[in-house]
Protein backbone atom coordinates (compact mmCIF):
# COMPACT_ATOMS: atom_id res chain seq x y z
CA UNK A 1 0.00 0.00 0.00
CA UNK A 2 2.82 2.28 0.88
CA UNK A 3 4.45 1.71 -2.66
CA UNK A 4 1.08 2.19 -4.37
CA UNK A 5 1.54 5.62 -2.97
CA UNK A 6 4.86 6.54 -3.45
CA UNK A 7 3.92 5.65 -7.17
CA UNK A 8 1.33 7.18 -7.23
CA UNK A 9 2.71 10.67 -5.57
CA UNK A 10 5.22 10.62 -8.18
CA UNK A 11 3.13 10.16 -11.04
CA UNK A 12 1.61 13.20 -9.42
CA UNK A 13 4.74 15.13 -9.65
CA UNK A 14 6.13 13.90 -12.37
CA UNK A 15 2.87 15.37 -14.39
CA UNK A 16 3.20 18.24 -12.78
CA UNK A 17 6.90 18.99 -13.21
CA UNK A 18 6.61 18.80 -17.29
CA UNK A 19 3.69 20.87 -17.47
CA UNK A 20 4.24 24.44 -19.19
CA UNK A 21 5.35 26.95 -15.98
CA UNK A 22 2.37 28.49 -14.70
CA UNK A 23 0.03 25.70 -15.97
CA UNK A 24 -2.55 24.79 -13.20
CA UNK A 25 -4.60 21.15 -14.32
CA UNK A 26 -6.07 18.74 -12.00
CA UNK A 27 -2.49 16.69 -11.99
CA UNK A 28 -0.93 19.64 -10.02
CA UNK A 29 -4.25 20.57 -7.96
CA UNK A 30 -3.77 16.78 -6.90
CA UNK A 31 -0.37 17.25 -6.01
CA UNK A 32 -0.19 20.62 -4.31
CA UNK A 33 1.35 19.07 -1.51
CA UNK A 34 4.14 17.44 -2.83
CA UNK A 35 4.81 21.53 -4.91
CA UNK A 36 6.56 22.85 -2.14
CA UNK A 37 8.12 26.44 -3.87
CA UNK A 38 4.19 26.93 -4.52
CA UNK A 39 0.89 27.69 -2.92
CA UNK A 40 -1.36 26.98 -5.74
CA UNK A 41 -4.59 26.46 -3.47
CA UNK A 42 -6.41 28.23 -0.80
CA UNK A 43 -5.82 25.84 1.95
CA UNK A 44 -2.43 25.11 0.48
CA UNK A 45 -3.68 21.77 -0.67
CA UNK A 46 -7.29 19.71 -0.81
CA UNK A 47 -6.63 18.63 3.04
CA UNK A 48 -6.38 22.64 4.13
CA UNK A 49 -3.65 21.83 6.64
CA UNK A 50 -1.95 24.86 5.53
CA UNK A 51 1.47 23.27 6.46
CA UNK A 52 4.44 23.85 4.41
CA UNK A 53 7.75 21.68 4.20
CA UNK A 54 9.77 24.35 3.26
CA UNK A 55 12.75 24.42 6.12
CA UNK A 56 14.83 27.51 5.09
CA UNK A 57 13.71 29.33 7.70
CA UNK A 58 13.65 28.04 10.90
CA UNK A 59 13.39 28.37 14.58
CA UNK A 60 17.38 29.14 14.63
CA UNK A 61 16.88 32.34 11.98
CA UNK A 62 13.53 33.55 11.82
CA UNK A 63 14.68 36.10 13.83
CA UNK A 64 16.55 37.82 11.07
CA UNK A 65 13.32 37.96 8.89
CA UNK A 66 13.31 41.40 7.18
CA UNK A 67 10.81 42.93 4.48
CA UNK A 68 12.38 41.90 0.62
CA UNK A 69 9.02 43.69 -0.87
CA UNK A 70 5.91 45.54 -0.33
CA UNK A 71 2.97 45.63 -2.75
CA UNK A 72 0.60 48.87 -2.27
CA UNK A 73 -2.63 48.42 -3.32
CA UNK A 74 -4.31 51.66 -3.18
CA UNK A 75 -7.08 50.43 -1.35
CA UNK A 76 -7.06 51.00 2.33
CA UNK A 77 -9.87 48.39 4.05
CA UNK A 78 -10.54 45.07 5.54
CA UNK A 79 -7.78 42.88 3.72
CA UNK A 80 -8.14 39.26 4.37
CA UNK A 81 -7.04 37.27 0.92
CA UNK A 82 -4.54 34.32 0.84
CA UNK A 83 -2.23 34.91 -1.84
CA UNK A 84 -2.09 32.59 -4.29
CA UNK A 85 1.79 31.95 -5.22
CA UNK A 86 2.23 30.08 -9.07
CA UNK A 87 5.57 29.46 -10.26
CA UNK A 88 6.61 33.07 -9.89
CA UNK A 89 3.48 34.85 -10.21
CA UNK A 90 1.34 35.93 -7.26
CA UNK A 91 -2.31 36.52 -7.52
CA UNK A 92 -4.11 38.65 -4.96
CA UNK A 93 -7.73 39.09 -4.43
CA UNK A 94 -7.92 43.12 -3.46
CA UNK A 95 -10.64 44.47 -0.90
CA UNK A 96 -13.93 45.14 -3.03
CA UNK A 97 -12.82 41.96 -5.63
CA UNK A 98 -10.17 43.87 -7.13
CA UNK A 99 -7.43 41.20 -8.82
CA UNK A 100 -3.37 41.82 -9.40
CA UNK A 101 -0.78 39.48 -10.65
CA UNK A 102 2.17 40.37 -9.18
CA UNK A 103 6.09 39.35 -9.56
CA UNK A 104 6.56 37.00 -6.60
CA UNK A 105 10.06 37.70 -6.77
CA UNK A 106 9.71 41.91 -6.65
CA UNK A 107 6.34 42.63 -5.91
CA UNK A 108 5.63 44.35 -9.72
CA UNK A 109 2.41 44.60 -10.80
CA UNK A 110 1.96 42.49 -14.29
CA UNK A 111 -1.63 42.96 -14.54
CA UNK A 112 -4.99 44.32 -12.83
CA UNK A 113 -8.23 43.73 -12.73
CA UNK A 114 -11.24 46.37 -11.67
CA UNK A 115 -14.13 44.97 -10.71
CA UNK A 116 -17.51 47.08 -11.71
CA UNK A 117 -19.97 46.56 -8.64
CA UNK A 118 -23.73 45.98 -9.78
CA UNK A 119 -24.83 47.00 -6.47
CA UNK A 120 -23.24 49.14 -3.14
CA UNK A 121 -24.97 47.22 -0.52
CA UNK A 122 -22.55 44.76 0.95
CA UNK A 123 -24.01 42.61 3.44
CA UNK A 124 -20.25 41.79 5.25
CA UNK A 125 -17.62 44.10 4.13
CA UNK A 126 -15.25 44.45 1.29
CA UNK A 127 -13.33 41.87 2.14
CA UNK A 128 -12.59 38.87 -0.10
CA UNK A 129 -10.74 35.48 1.30
CA UNK A 130 -8.72 34.87 -2.12
CA UNK A 131 -8.71 33.72 -5.74
CA UNK A 132 -8.94 30.48 -7.45
CA UNK A 133 -5.92 29.83 -10.31
CA UNK A 134 -6.49 26.80 -12.39
CA UNK A 135 -7.19 25.91 -16.06
CA UNK A 136 -5.77 28.93 -17.42
CA UNK A 137 -7.67 31.02 -15.28
CA UNK A 138 -8.60 33.31 -12.11
CA UNK A 139 -11.69 33.01 -10.40
CA UNK A 140 -13.46 35.24 -7.83
CA UNK A 141 -16.31 35.25 -5.94
CA UNK A 142 -17.60 39.34 -5.18
CA UNK A 143 -19.44 40.61 -2.69
CA UNK A 144 -22.38 41.70 -5.41
CA UNK A 145 -22.91 37.63 -5.56
CA UNK A 146 -21.20 36.83 -8.85
CA UNK A 147 -18.62 34.52 -9.60
CA UNK A 148 -15.95 36.03 -12.05
CA UNK A 149 -13.39 34.25 -14.71
CA UNK A 150 -10.24 35.85 -15.38
CA UNK A 151 -7.34 35.21 -18.02
CA UNK A 152 -4.64 33.94 -16.19
CA UNK A 153 -2.26 35.62 -18.29
CA UNK A 154 -4.27 38.90 -18.82
CA UNK A 155 -6.83 39.13 -15.92
CA UNK A 156 -9.54 40.12 -19.33
CA UNK A 157 -12.70 38.69 -18.05
CA UNK A 158 -13.22 35.39 -19.88
CA UNK A 159 -16.76 34.91 -18.09
CA UNK A 160 -19.21 36.22 -15.42
CA UNK A 161 -21.81 35.29 -14.13
CA UNK A 162 -24.96 35.60 -11.51
CA UNK A 163 -24.39 33.43 -8.21
CA UNK A 164 -28.28 34.38 -7.05
CA UNK A 165 -30.28 37.51 -6.53
CA UNK A 166 -30.44 39.45 -3.46
CA UNK A 167 -33.39 39.47 -1.50
CA UNK A 168 -32.49 41.90 0.38
CA UNK A 169 -35.71 43.51 2.36
CA UNK A 170 -34.14 44.96 5.57
CA UNK A 171 -33.70 48.66 4.85
CA UNK A 172 -32.30 49.29 7.80
CA UNK A 173 -35.14 49.32 10.28
CA UNK A 174 -33.31 51.41 13.03
CA UNK A 175 -36.68 53.09 12.18
CA UNK A 176 -38.96 49.72 14.00
CA UNK A 177 -37.08 50.12 17.35
CA UNK A 178 -38.84 51.65 19.76
CA UNK A 179 -38.69 55.60 20.32
CA UNK A 180 -37.05 55.44 23.61
CA UNK A 181 -34.42 52.69 22.54
CA UNK A 182 -30.62 53.58 22.00
CA UNK A 183 -30.63 51.35 19.14
CA UNK A 184 -32.70 53.76 17.26
CA UNK A 185 -30.04 56.25 17.09
CA UNK A 186 -26.92 54.23 15.46
CA UNK A 187 -26.37 53.92 11.98
CA UNK A 188 -26.56 50.83 10.42
CA UNK A 189 -23.33 49.82 8.65
CA UNK A 190 -24.81 46.50 6.82
CA UNK A 191 -28.07 44.38 6.24
CA UNK A 192 -28.69 41.13 4.93
CA UNK A 193 -27.86 41.16 1.02
CA UNK A 194 -26.50 38.39 -0.99
CA UNK A 195 -22.61 37.97 -1.68
CA UNK A 196 -19.75 35.79 -1.83
CA UNK A 197 -16.24 36.17 0.43
CA UNK A 198 -14.72 32.70 -0.08
CA UNK A 199 -12.42 31.99 -2.39
CA UNK A 200 -13.37 29.34 -4.56
CA UNK A 201 -11.97 25.74 -4.72
CA UNK A 202 -11.22 24.07 -8.13
CA UNK A 203 -12.22 20.40 -8.89
CA UNK A 204 -12.38 18.34 -11.52
CA UNK A 205 -13.24 20.98 -14.10
CA UNK A 206 -15.41 22.29 -11.69
CA UNK A 207 -15.78 25.76 -9.58
CA UNK A 208 -17.11 25.32 -6.10
CA UNK A 209 -18.09 28.36 -4.03
CA UNK A 210 -21.16 29.38 -1.80
CA UNK A 211 -23.15 32.46 -0.70
CA UNK A 212 -22.90 34.87 1.78
CA UNK A 213 -25.00 37.11 3.70
CA UNK A 214 -28.55 34.88 4.28
CA UNK A 215 -28.27 35.01 7.90
CA UNK A 216 -31.05 38.08 8.37
CA UNK A 217 -28.59 40.69 10.76
CA UNK A 218 -28.60 44.22 10.74
CA UNK A 219 -25.06 45.79 11.83
CA UNK A 220 -24.98 48.93 13.93
CA UNK A 221 -22.00 51.31 14.27
CA UNK A 222 -19.88 51.41 17.57
CA UNK A 223 -20.65 54.70 19.23
CA UNK A 224 -16.57 55.83 18.63
CA UNK A 225 -14.54 55.88 15.39
CA UNK A 226 -12.59 52.76 15.09
CA UNK A 227 -14.26 50.60 17.46
CA UNK A 228 -15.77 47.27 16.56
CA UNK A 229 -19.02 46.94 15.71
CA UNK A 230 -21.35 48.26 18.36
CA UNK A 231 -24.54 45.57 17.91
CA UNK A 232 -25.95 43.17 15.73
CA UNK A 233 -29.61 42.80 15.46
CA UNK A 234 -31.42 39.81 14.65
CA UNK A 235 -35.83 40.26 13.82
CA UNK A 236 -38.46 38.03 14.09
CA UNK A 237 -40.09 37.18 10.75
CA UNK A 238 -37.88 39.25 8.52
CA UNK A 239 -37.87 38.07 5.22
CA UNK A 240 -34.28 36.29 3.86
CA UNK A 241 -33.64 33.37 1.61
CA UNK A 242 -31.75 30.05 1.87
CA UNK A 243 -27.86 29.99 1.46
CA UNK A 244 -26.19 27.40 -0.76
CA UNK A 245 -22.93 25.20 -2.41
CA UNK A 246 -22.82 24.96 -6.07
CA UNK A 247 -20.31 23.65 -8.60
CA UNK A 248 -19.67 25.37 -11.99
CA UNK A 249 -17.86 24.40 -15.66
CA UNK A 250 -14.82 26.15 -15.10
CA UNK A 251 -14.84 26.56 -18.93
CA UNK A 252 -18.13 27.99 -19.19
CA UNK A 253 -19.80 28.90 -15.85
CA UNK A 254 -22.47 26.75 -16.66
CA UNK A 255 -23.94 25.61 -12.94
CA UNK A 256 -23.25 21.58 -12.42
CA UNK A 257 -24.77 21.16 -9.02
CA UNK A 258 -25.96 22.92 -5.94
CA UNK A 259 -26.44 22.39 -2.61
CA UNK A 260 -28.84 24.44 -0.41
CA UNK A 261 -27.61 25.48 3.26
CA UNK A 262 -31.76 24.47 4.46
CA UNK A 263 -33.61 20.92 4.46
CA UNK A 264 -36.92 21.35 2.22
CA UNK A 265 -37.49 18.24 4.12
CA UNK A 266 -37.05 17.57 7.93
CA UNK A 267 -35.47 21.05 8.20
CA UNK A 268 -37.08 20.61 11.66
CA UNK A 269 -34.89 17.73 12.60
CA UNK A 270 -35.48 16.02 16.16
CA UNK A 271 -36.08 18.87 18.50
CA UNK A 272 -32.71 18.18 20.60
CA UNK A 273 -32.64 19.25 23.92
CA UNK A 274 -28.29 18.95 23.80
CA UNK A 275 -25.82 19.19 21.02
CA UNK A 276 -24.77 15.97 19.96
CA UNK A 277 -21.76 16.07 22.53
CA UNK A 278 -23.77 16.47 25.16
CA UNK A 279 -23.75 20.17 25.78
CA UNK A 280 -27.29 21.15 27.52
CA UNK A 281 -29.34 24.09 25.00
CA UNK A 282 -32.04 26.06 26.40
CA UNK A 283 -35.10 25.46 24.21
CA UNK A 284 -38.26 25.86 24.70
CA UNK A 285 -39.52 22.64 22.75
CA UNK A 286 -42.84 22.94 23.34
CA UNK A 287 -43.64 26.56 22.00
CA UNK A 288 -41.47 25.61 18.96
CA UNK A 289 -43.71 22.17 18.18
CA UNK A 290 -46.64 24.76 18.50
CA UNK A 291 -45.32 26.90 15.96
CA UNK A 292 -44.41 24.57 14.08
CA UNK A 293 -47.32 24.46 11.26
CA UNK A 294 -47.54 28.40 11.22
CA UNK A 295 -44.13 28.56 10.16
CA UNK A 296 -43.72 24.97 7.87
CA UNK A 297 -42.43 26.75 4.89
CA UNK A 298 -39.36 28.57 7.11
CA UNK A 299 -37.08 26.59 5.74
CA UNK A 300 -37.50 28.51 2.29
CA UNK A 301 -36.09 31.60 4.38
CA UNK A 302 -33.96 29.98 6.95
CA UNK A 303 -30.23 31.36 5.91
CA UNK A 304 -27.35 29.02 6.42
CA UNK A 305 -24.55 31.19 4.65
CA UNK A 306 -21.59 29.68 3.22
CA UNK A 307 -18.09 31.18 4.79
CA UNK A 308 -15.83 28.37 4.50
CA UNK A 309 -13.66 27.19 1.45
CA UNK A 310 -13.90 23.29 1.51
CA UNK A 311 -11.50 20.58 1.85
CA UNK A 312 -12.25 17.19 -0.43
CA UNK A 313 -10.66 13.96 -0.30
CA UNK A 314 -10.28 12.58 -3.66
CA UNK A 315 -9.64 9.15 -2.77
CA UNK A 316 -13.63 8.77 -0.99
CA UNK A 317 -14.90 11.67 -3.63
CA UNK A 318 -16.14 13.52 -0.92
CA UNK A 319 -15.98 17.26 -0.12
CA UNK A 320 -16.75 19.02 2.84
CA UNK A 321 -17.93 22.34 3.94
CA UNK A 322 -19.23 23.92 7.01
CA UNK A 323 -22.84 25.89 6.96
CA UNK A 324 -23.50 29.84 8.76
CA UNK A 325 -26.51 30.62 11.24
CA UNK A 326 -30.37 30.03 10.23
CA UNK A 327 -32.21 33.29 9.45
CA UNK A 328 -33.35 35.58 11.35
CA UNK A 329 -29.84 35.70 13.14
CA UNK A 330 -30.06 34.73 16.66
CA UNK A 331 -34.31 35.40 17.15
CA UNK A 332 -35.48 32.14 16.60
CA UNK A 333 -39.64 32.50 17.40
CA UNK A 334 -40.15 32.03 13.29
CA UNK A 335 -38.03 29.33 13.09
CA UNK A 336 -38.70 26.08 15.48
CA UNK A 337 -37.25 23.00 14.90
CA UNK A 338 -33.52 22.37 14.75
CA UNK A 339 -33.01 24.18 11.43
CA UNK A 340 -30.84 21.61 9.87
CA UNK A 341 -28.78 22.18 8.06
CA UNK A 342 -27.30 25.76 9.45
CA UNK A 343 -24.14 25.58 11.91
CA UNK A 344 -23.38 21.89 10.59
CA UNK A 345 -20.45 20.18 9.17
CA UNK A 346 -21.78 18.46 5.97
CA UNK A 347 -20.16 15.60 3.28
CA UNK A 348 -21.14 15.86 -0.03
CA UNK A 349 -20.03 13.65 -3.01
CA UNK A 350 -18.15 15.99 -5.23
CA UNK A 351 -19.45 14.80 -8.47
CA UNK A 352 -23.18 15.57 -7.78
CA UNK A 353 -23.15 17.26 -4.70
CA UNK A 354 -25.73 14.67 -3.30
CA UNK A 355 -25.84 14.82 0.90
CA UNK A 356 -23.58 11.71 2.29
CA UNK A 357 -24.10 13.18 5.90
CA UNK A 358 -24.11 16.08 8.16
CA UNK A 359 -23.16 16.97 11.76
CA UNK A 360 -24.94 19.57 13.36
CA UNK A 361 -22.98 21.29 15.88
CA UNK A 362 -25.68 23.71 17.17
CA UNK A 363 -29.19 22.66 16.50
CA UNK A 364 -32.04 25.95 16.27
CA UNK A 365 -28.79 28.39 16.85
CA UNK A 366 -29.27 31.53 18.90
CA UNK A 367 -25.99 32.88 19.08
CA UNK A 368 -24.51 33.06 15.85
CA UNK A 369 -22.07 30.09 16.02
CA UNK A 370 -21.44 29.54 12.66
CA UNK A 371 -19.50 27.35 11.29
CA UNK A 372 -16.82 29.72 9.83
CA UNK A 373 -13.46 28.32 9.89
CA UNK A 374 -12.02 25.82 7.22
CA UNK A 375 -12.45 22.10 7.62
CA UNK A 376 -8.75 20.43 8.18
CA UNK A 377 -7.91 16.37 6.89
CA UNK A 378 -5.97 14.59 8.65
CA UNK A 379 -5.72 10.44 9.22
CA UNK A 380 -6.18 10.38 13.18
CA UNK A 381 -5.31 7.81 15.43
CA UNK A 382 -8.88 6.65 17.69
CA UNK A 383 -8.29 3.60 20.12
CA UNK A 384 -4.90 2.30 18.41
CA UNK A 385 -6.48 2.44 14.81
CA UNK A 386 -5.98 4.66 11.70
CA UNK A 387 -9.04 6.72 10.80
CA UNK A 388 -9.70 9.26 7.84
CA UNK A 389 -10.63 12.67 9.93
CA UNK A 390 -11.85 16.17 9.47
CA UNK A 391 -11.32 18.20 12.28
CA UNK A 392 -12.48 21.64 12.42
CA UNK A 393 -12.05 24.87 14.84
CA UNK A 394 -15.64 25.94 16.24
CA UNK A 395 -17.15 29.16 17.16
CA UNK A 396 -18.04 27.60 19.71
CA UNK A 397 -14.69 27.10 21.27
CA UNK A 398 -13.74 23.33 20.73
CA UNK A 399 -12.00 21.92 17.42
CA UNK A 400 -14.23 18.81 16.78
CA UNK A 401 -12.56 15.71 14.68
CA UNK A 402 -15.47 13.90 12.64
CA UNK A 403 -14.64 10.57 10.93
CA UNK A 404 -14.73 12.00 7.30
CA UNK A 405 -16.48 9.17 5.95
CA UNK A 406 -19.73 9.27 8.12
CA UNK A 407 -19.45 12.20 10.17
CA UNK A 408 -19.61 10.32 13.22
CA UNK A 409 -17.99 12.07 16.01
CA UNK A 410 -14.81 11.18 17.36
CA UNK A 411 -13.72 13.55 20.12
CA UNK A 412 -13.87 17.10 20.42
CA UNK A 413 -10.76 18.72 21.96
CA UNK A 414 -10.59 20.58 25.93
CA UNK A 415 -11.87 24.27 25.00
CA UNK A 416 -8.73 26.96 23.99
CA UNK A 417 -11.18 29.77 25.28
CA UNK A 418 -13.30 30.14 28.23
CA UNK A 419 -16.85 29.21 28.23
CA UNK A 420 -19.64 31.20 30.62
CA UNK A 421 -23.39 31.08 29.93
CA UNK A 422 -22.88 28.99 26.64
CA UNK A 423 -26.22 28.16 25.27
CA UNK A 424 -28.45 30.33 27.30
CA UNK A 425 -31.11 32.40 25.64
CA UNK A 426 -31.12 35.69 25.91
CA UNK A 427 -32.78 37.61 28.34
CA UNK A 428 -34.86 41.42 28.47
CA UNK A 429 -32.00 42.81 30.88
CA UNK A 430 -28.78 41.10 29.01
CA UNK A 431 -26.99 38.29 29.52
CA UNK A 432 -23.05 37.66 29.17
CA UNK A 433 -22.10 34.62 27.13
CA UNK A 434 -19.16 33.43 26.21
CA UNK A 435 -17.95 32.49 23.13
CA UNK A 436 -20.28 35.12 21.85
CA UNK A 437 -20.95 35.15 18.76
CA UNK A 438 -17.58 35.72 16.92
CA UNK A 439 -16.13 32.99 18.84
CA UNK A 440 -14.38 30.62 19.82
CA UNK A 441 -12.74 30.57 16.29
CA UNK A 442 -13.49 32.85 13.34
CA UNK A 443 -13.35 32.39 9.83
CA UNK A 444 -9.77 32.28 10.76
CA UNK A 445 -7.69 28.88 9.08
CA UNK A 446 -6.20 26.78 11.21
CA UNK A 447 -2.79 24.86 10.57
CA UNK A 448 -1.78 21.32 10.96
CA UNK A 449 1.21 19.76 11.60
CA UNK A 450 1.10 15.96 10.51
CA UNK A 451 4.48 15.27 11.84
CA UNK A 452 3.64 16.38 15.56
CA UNK A 453 -0.44 15.77 15.46
CA UNK A 454 -0.61 19.60 16.15
CA UNK A 455 -3.17 21.66 14.98
CA UNK A 456 -2.67 25.41 15.14
CA UNK A 457 -6.22 27.16 15.72
CA UNK A 458 -5.79 31.52 16.41
CA UNK A 459 -8.92 32.61 18.43
CA UNK A 460 -10.46 34.97 20.55
CA UNK A 461 -12.40 35.66 24.03
CA UNK A 462 -14.71 38.21 23.16
CA UNK A 463 -17.71 37.85 25.76
CA UNK A 464 -21.23 38.93 24.02
CA UNK A 465 -24.20 40.52 25.96
CA UNK A 466 -27.57 39.13 24.66
CA UNK A 467 -30.86 40.78 24.68
CA UNK A 468 -34.13 40.37 23.62
CA UNK A 469 -36.82 43.13 23.18
CA UNK A 470 -40.24 43.49 22.73
CA UNK A 471 -42.01 46.31 20.50
CA UNK A 472 -45.63 46.77 21.26
CA UNK A 473 -47.87 47.44 18.40
CA UNK A 474 -49.68 50.36 17.79
CA UNK A 475 -52.29 52.01 15.67
CA UNK A 476 -50.47 52.22 13.32
CA UNK A 477 -47.46 50.28 13.31
CA UNK A 478 -47.17 46.10 13.75
CA UNK A 479 -45.37 44.69 17.04
CA UNK A 480 -41.65 44.07 16.63
CA UNK A 481 -39.92 41.44 18.47
CA UNK A 482 -35.83 41.72 17.98
CA UNK A 483 -32.76 39.98 19.44
CA UNK A 484 -29.49 42.30 19.71
CA UNK A 485 -26.01 41.26 21.00
CA UNK A 486 -23.05 43.40 21.74
CA UNK A 487 -20.02 43.75 23.20
CA UNK A 488 -19.97 42.96 26.50
CA UNK A 489 -17.97 45.59 28.95
CA UNK A 490 -15.16 42.95 30.83
CA UNK A 491 -12.39 42.16 29.26
CA UNK A 492 -11.12 40.35 25.63
CA UNK A 493 -8.00 39.02 24.15
CA UNK A 494 -6.63 35.97 21.38
CA UNK A 495 -5.50 32.56 21.80
CA UNK A 496 -2.69 30.90 19.99
CA UNK A 497 -3.36 27.32 20.89
CA UNK A 498 -1.83 24.29 19.86
CA UNK A 499 -3.78 21.06 19.82
CA UNK A 500 -3.07 17.69 19.98
CA UNK A 501 -5.02 15.70 17.66
CA UNK A 502 -3.32 12.53 18.21
CA UNK A 503 -3.91 12.81 21.57
CA UNK A 504 -7.86 13.62 21.67
CA UNK A 505 -7.54 17.01 21.32
CA UNK A 506 -5.02 18.08 24.68
CA UNK A 507 -4.18 21.49 24.27
CA UNK A 508 -0.37 21.26 24.04
CA UNK A 509 0.47 24.93 24.67
CA UNK A 510 -1.38 28.56 24.74
CA UNK A 511 -0.23 31.90 23.73
CA UNK A 512 -2.48 34.89 25.02
CA UNK A 513 -2.25 37.99 22.89
CA UNK A 514 -3.76 41.74 24.06
CA UNK A 515 -6.07 41.77 21.01
CA UNK A 516 -8.40 38.80 19.76
CA UNK A 517 -6.63 36.77 16.63
CA UNK A 518 -8.82 36.89 13.46
CA UNK A 519 -6.68 35.95 10.17
CA UNK A 520 -5.27 32.69 10.24
CA UNK A 521 -2.35 30.55 11.01
CA UNK A 522 0.75 29.45 9.15
CA UNK A 523 3.00 26.45 10.28
CA UNK A 524 6.18 24.80 8.49
CA UNK A 525 8.65 22.24 8.74
CA UNK A 526 11.20 24.69 9.96
CA UNK A 527 9.22 24.50 13.24
CA UNK A 528 7.79 27.78 12.87
CA UNK A 529 4.52 29.11 13.46
CA UNK A 530 3.13 32.35 11.60
CA UNK A 531 0.21 34.42 12.41
CA UNK A 532 -0.72 38.32 13.06
CA UNK A 533 -2.91 40.17 14.95
CA UNK A 534 -4.89 43.58 14.76
CA UNK A 535 -1.97 46.22 16.37
CA UNK A 536 0.11 45.43 13.00
CA UNK A 537 2.40 42.70 14.79
CA UNK A 538 2.68 39.80 12.55
CA UNK A 539 4.40 37.04 15.34
CA UNK A 540 6.24 34.04 14.43
CA UNK A 541 6.50 31.13 17.35
CA UNK A 542 8.43 28.13 18.10
CA UNK A 543 6.23 24.84 16.97
CA UNK A 544 6.84 22.97 20.20
CA UNK A 545 6.48 25.24 22.81
CA UNK A 546 4.82 28.75 21.74
CA UNK A 547 7.68 30.91 22.55
CA UNK A 548 7.81 34.20 20.37
CA UNK A 549 10.69 33.96 18.31
CA UNK A 550 10.26 37.25 16.38
CA UNK A 551 8.06 39.80 15.43
CA UNK A 552 7.53 42.84 12.96
CA UNK A 553 5.00 45.91 12.91
CA UNK A 554 3.20 45.85 9.25
CA UNK A 555 1.46 49.35 10.57
CA UNK A 556 -1.84 47.96 10.62
CA UNK A 557 -3.80 44.88 11.03
CA UNK A 558 -2.24 41.50 9.96
CA UNK A 559 -5.83 39.64 9.90
CA UNK A 560 -5.68 37.47 7.15
CA UNK A 561 -3.41 33.55 6.81
CA UNK A 562 0.48 34.24 5.82
CA UNK A 563 1.52 31.99 2.98
CA UNK A 564 5.50 30.53 1.94
CA UNK A 565 7.02 29.54 -1.12
CA UNK A 566 10.26 29.33 -2.44
CA UNK A 567 11.82 30.59 -5.57
CA UNK A 568 15.64 30.77 -6.96
CA UNK A 569 16.08 28.86 -3.82
CA UNK A 570 15.03 31.47 -1.29
CA UNK A 571 12.12 30.98 0.78
CA UNK A 572 9.65 34.00 1.02
CA UNK A 573 6.75 34.59 3.58
CA UNK A 574 3.48 36.86 2.54
CA UNK A 575 0.83 37.82 4.50
CA UNK A 576 -1.85 41.23 3.68
CA UNK A 577 -1.82 43.96 6.18
CA UNK A 578 -5.30 45.41 6.15
CA UNK A 579 -6.54 45.58 9.49
CA UNK A 580 -10.28 44.69 10.27
CA UNK A 581 -13.06 47.50 10.43
CA UNK A 582 -15.74 44.88 12.32
CA UNK A 583 -12.95 44.40 15.05
CA UNK A 584 -11.68 48.18 15.39
CA UNK A 585 -8.35 47.03 13.89
CA UNK A 586 -6.01 49.90 11.82
CA UNK A 587 -6.77 49.73 8.42
CA UNK A 588 -3.96 49.40 5.67
CA UNK A 589 -3.37 48.60 2.35
CA UNK A 590 -0.07 46.22 1.81
CA UNK A 591 1.11 43.17 1.17
CA UNK A 592 4.33 42.45 2.87
CA UNK A 593 6.80 40.03 1.63
CA UNK A 594 9.43 38.70 4.31
CA UNK A 595 13.20 36.64 3.83
CA UNK A 596 16.09 36.29 5.24
CA UNK A 597 19.07 39.14 4.38
CA UNK A 598 20.97 37.76 1.05
CA UNK A 599 24.27 36.71 2.13
Known amino acids: MR ?15 FAEPGVIDDARLLGANADQGN ?36 IKTTFQATPIVVDGVMYLSLPFNHVVALDARTGRELWRYTHKRRTEKMCCGPANRGVAVGYGKVFIGTVDARLIALDQKTGKVAWDILLAEDSDKTSERADQFAADDPLRKQQATGTTGVGASMAPLLFGGKVIIGITGVGYGLHLEADRPGAPVGTVVGMAGQDTRAGFYAAY ?38 AEKATASQFHDAWKRGGGSAWTTPAVDPKLGMIYMGIGNPSPQMDDVTRPGDNLYTVSLVGLDVASGKLRWYYQQVPHDMWGYDVASPPVLFD ?16 TGWMYVLDRRDGKLLFKSEPFV ?19 AAGGANWSPVSYDARTGLAYVAALHMPTRYMVREVPATADKAAVRYTALELSAGPSWGVLAAIDLQNRGKIRWQVKT ?51 Y ?7 VAVAAGGNALFGF ?9 ALPER
Request: negative net charge; proline residues 5%; glycine residues 12%.
Open 380 to 395: AKVDGKGVPALAQASK
Open 39 to 74: WITYGRDYSNQRFSALTQIDTTNVGMLVPRWVYRSG
Open 249 to 286: DAATGKKVWQFDSTAPNGWEGDYRTKTLDGEHLQRDIA
Open 3 to 17: LQAMVIGWTICASAA
Open 418 to 436: PHSNTFMRPTPEGIDIAPG
Open 586 to 594: RQGENVVVF
Open 514 to 564: DQPLVGGVLATAGNVVFTGEGNGDFNAYHAATGEKLWHYNCGAGVNAPAVT
Open 566 to 572: ELDGRQY
